[in-house]
């Protein structure tokens, strides 16, 4: 004999009952675990005494056959008030925020990569670097570094490039080495501060002593403020573009120390920059203690490349007595006259000097014969 067909009235029941569970809180998805007392199937049955299977027959053929439907939505057996907003920032917001963030560091970071910098001086100039000073160090020259320092600042026409590590800045185990020298933290801070505002500083880069004790903040940021200064302060290197009164250019690349080094020449990672990196007229570092120059010529494009290592100002270096390391600090500071008038003679556009006292002579000479010129036109 056939099955009796469920009618209409008893589906209509059965969803009834089963829309009733829902709305007390039972649960609509299947019954895991056996939890068969927390689904609304199984309390349909239960009320309708009915086994599961039926009910759930039954279920079926009224959502098929006769197009009723079942409320699924569960009631919660308790329901929390909405706090009021906490002030964070939503997901979109954020974003919002960190792509508008993004676009202005990446402006300027593309910016930063070569510095465009309008020179206000006519005629010939001088760029002095100043290899490290290491002014609280016992052995650091200051006969020469004050010498130096007066011919620049008495010269017209001079541009001063400190390639960092102003100051020994003694961090970690290396803090022991402060009981071998007379000046103390505090009194280095002054003789930073002398340095700082002795000068015209085109560009002062920041050394790996300079970075060291850091944690609340570097004190050449808060004396480059102080001073007002419009040069740059630099981490570890900067590339400026000098453009001078006449339309001349000089692409000037700093930085405290290039990679790359040799036994056999300690201009080594100079060349390695203009060969691999930018083919800038001139480049110039220091941290090694050691001096080195070497000119590279480039036909693309046709340029005579200046690369300096500056020495330093410390004379007596524990550190290189104990590994054996040969003096080769033959030259603490070195300079280039950049001659606009000079343009086209690759020679006589730039010329490097190993004194900063023949440098400044140099120079007087040179702007002395242009303003002649410029006066006799």
């Known amino acids: 004999m056939a099955a009796k067909q469920l009618s209409i009235e008893e589906a209509e029941r059965t969803v009834a009952v089963y829309n009733e569970c829902v709305s007390e809180g039972f649960g609509t998805g299947a019954n895991r675990g056996g939890r068969r007392n927390f689904s609304a199937r199984a309390e349909t049955a239960r009320r309708l005494c009915l086994d599961l299977n039926t009910t759930t027959h039954r279920l079926n053929v009224a959502v098929n056959r006769y197009g009723l439907k079942l409320d699924e939505t569960v009631k919660p057996a308790f329901t929390f008030d909405d706090l009021p907003h906490d002030g964070e920032k939503s997901a979109e917001e954020l974003i919002a925020e960190l792509t508008e963030r993004h676009a202005k560091r990446k402006a300027h970071h593309d910016a930063g990569k070569l510095r465009q910098v309008q020179v206000n001086i006519d005629g ?13 160090d016992p052995g650091c020259a200051w006969g ?33 080495l402060y009981a071998h020298q007379e000046i103390t933290a505090k009194q280095s801070l002054k003789l930073i501060e002398w340095l700082m505002g002795s000068l015209p500083w085109l560009l002062r880069i920041k050394g790996n002593h300079d970075n060291w004790n850091t944690e609340k903040g570097d004190v050449s940021d808060y004396i480059h403020r102080l001073f007002g200064q419009i040069g740059g302060l630099e981490e570890s290197g900067a590339r400026l573009e000098l453009n001078m009164p006449s339309g001349a250019a000089v692409r000037l690349h700093v930085r405290h120390d290039f990679p790359g080094g040799s036994q056999f020449n300690p201009a080594h990672a100079l060349v390695r920059e203009t060969l691999f990196g930018h083919r800038d007229h001139i480049l110039a570092c220091g941290h ?46 070195m300079a280039a006259v950049i001659d606009p008038d000079h343009i086209g003679d690759p020679v006589r556009y730039i010329k490097p000097f190993f004194s900063l006292e023949d440098a400044t002579d140099y120079l007087t000479w040179r702007r002395g014969k242009w303003s002649v010129g410029k006066m006799a036109a």
């Open 144 to 176: 020469d570094l004050e010498r130096d320092v007066r011919l620049c600042r008495e010269t017209e026409g001079v541009l001063a490039v400190d390639v960092g590590d102003d100051s020994n800045n003694w961090v970690g185990r290396l803090a022991k």
């Open 124 to 136: 010939p100039i001088m760029l002095a670097f100043f290899g490290d000073p290491h002014v609280d």
């Open 288 to 333: 090694r203690h050691t001096t080195g120059y070497i000119p590279i010529f480039h036909n693309d494009p046709r340029r005579l490349c200046h690369g300096f290592r500056v020495g330093a100002y410390k004379d007596f270096d524990h550190y290189a007595k104990e590994k054996g390391f040969q003096d080769g600090n033959w030259a603490r500071s």
